[in-house]
């Protein structure tokens, strides 16, 4: 049979669905056929044209590798002709998937589309030489654009292909160098970004960062017009690539180029660029203190936003900033700005929406990397003292709740004492009559983290009134709020009763809540079904300490019934509720000597096992339809 009928007959059955119908198509009908002297060039194209037919309908390995052997071929023998045959070929391939919502299909077509390219540049520019031209130059061009299109679903699988296989490329004979001049030449756009942020990453991988000063300037110029500046939101994927560009950058790179840009985009479209201005802040590999400030007043108007999306990104943008700033002057004056915020510097907030959400920006300020005992306790005293004046005035309960939890984690990094102002607040709020049952557990939960190590001590005045709540949560059992207030004024109590033996005395109300097996006042099942996440580790967290430190205030019965609530959770819904309880039990177990705990645990993990009903919800579906 002549080559152009083999050929021809391999054109009309390639698209079969049989796998080995295709692996014998391409390796016993096509290889040979290419492999064979005559086999004319202008033949090339129309061949990696019918190849690309098999992008979208070969989903098996066996079948891409058969393509794979065939290109290699064809690219050994022809080179610069097939590698200008599988450009013409791809070309098209790869603008159509620019203005597409991108799936894991299309991004797999796209990693695969990149694979045959990456094949080509071996076989055909494995000598630097032949690293120039129009040719090389559309090759480049090509792979950038598969690489955007293939990375662009996020798909981790495709993205670890995507990678291997562009360093294997690179890591031929000064290939990476080559790249770098060539990426600098293209056409810059957004779409140069995901190829920009490979390069650097292997560089950065490599140890060769140095090959990309000569390139930095440029492709930081294109980061800022192409996609700081961009009128629309930039794809994820190309936020994600261009951390690796980011992560190069200086001082002054960041002062005189990037955060002009970034400003001033943030003046003109800030909706559509809040999202780029966070996986800034995120990707910047400098101190950001002395730019705080004046990076936050372009943030803090978007707190204020309609949309809840602009505003949820504003609140991660401030966090990501807050992690970048170690100065503690800066993040007090950072604190300070959206505090005046809240008071109505930028114009009075009206909504409760508002309020919370700048809140929130206040609260995510504590993720800052200040150090040094001196300068965490004056920072954190400042900024907790600025938050009260927002509990003694607000009466709408969701902010304050909100404001509760900003208080919170401040309240969490006092290591040596805490603000009398803080303490008189607590002693004062919580007694209030307008206080609702979750705005009392708010505060409980700020002094659970306030009052710790150093400075337990310090919460001896608030002891009577944690009991009193004991004693009303005693009273209100089958209430869930009101359990949830009893168990965090507990661990308050427990944590006190562990280091200051004085208070035991005043304790007696307490431990016969806890000893109460009648009411089971904190492990009822109602509360366990109902309680909210955080009070069930909460319980997680009392059942553990009580167990280890007060053994001696637990009868047998009382034991079991704070047992059979650990084994409980360790099979509750919530993951995070069971990695506490698995991490709580794990403690026990290698506590006890005698093995009593863990045979108590096994018992109660039997009894649960034996009563818990479990449901297929197929079937239950199914047989509810049959029955109607």
Known sequence: MALADQVRNVALHITTSSVNERTHLLLNCLKPCVENELFPENFIKPVCKLLTLTLYRYSDRKSQLAVEVVLSLIARRFKVTSARAVVSALTDLSLSQLNIVHTQGSCKVACRGLVWTC????????????????????????????????????????????????????KMDDMIGCYLATVSTLEPSSTLIPMIG???????????????????????????????????????????????????????????????????????????????????????AIDLSQFSVDLVQVITPLLQSKENETADIAIVAIGNLSEQCSDANCVEQLAKHITDTLTGSQGKLTLAVQKINVLKGLEVVSSNTVCGTSSVNTLYTNVCVSILPTLSQEVHEATLIQALSTLQHWCSKFTTTVPPPLVDCFKKNILLKNATSAVRAGYYTCMLSAFKG????????LVSTLVKTVEKTALNSSQVSAVVEGIIASCLLLKLSTSDLDIEGKLGAFWAAVQDCDKQVFTSEKFLL??????????????????LT??????????????????????????????????????????SDNYVIQKQLLLELSTLLSTVQVYNTDSDVSSSSSSS
């Open 550 to 591: 007060r053994p001696s205030q637990l009868t047998d019965k009382s034991m079991r019934m704070y047992n059979r609530s650990l084994v409980y959770l360790l099979c509750h819904r919530d993951w995070t509720v069971r990695s506490s309880a698995q991490s709580s039990v794990k403690k026990l177990l290698m506590s």
């Open 119 to 170: 094949l080509v540049t071996a076989e055909v520019f494995s000598d630097r030489e032949a690293r120039t031209g129009d040719v090389w130059n559309k090759m480049v061009e090509l792979q950038c654009l598969l690489v955007y299109s293939a990375l662009a679903s996020l798909n981790k699988a495709v993205s670890k292909t995507v990678f291997r296989r562009m360093y294997s490329v690179l």
């Open 454 to 461: 150093n400075t337990l001590t310090q919460a001896r005045p």
């Open 530 to 547: 109902n309680a909210p996440v955080s009070a069930l580790q909460h319980l997680t967290w009392f059942c553990e300490t009580l167990i």
């Open 198 to 284: 490979l390069l650097t990453k292997y560089c950065i991988d490599t140890n060769t960062t140095q090959l990309m000063d000569s390139y930095k300037t440029q492709f930081v110029d294109v980061y800022t017009k192409f996609v700081l500046a961009s009128k629309t939101k930039n794809h994820i994927v190309v936020l994600e690539m261009a951390s690796y560009l980011l992560k190069l950058l200086s001082r002054d790179d960041f002062s005189t180029v990037v955060q002009p840009a970034a400003q001033k985009a943030m003046l003109r479209n800030s909706d559509n660029v809040i999202q780029t201005f966070a996986y800034l802040m995120k990707s910047v």
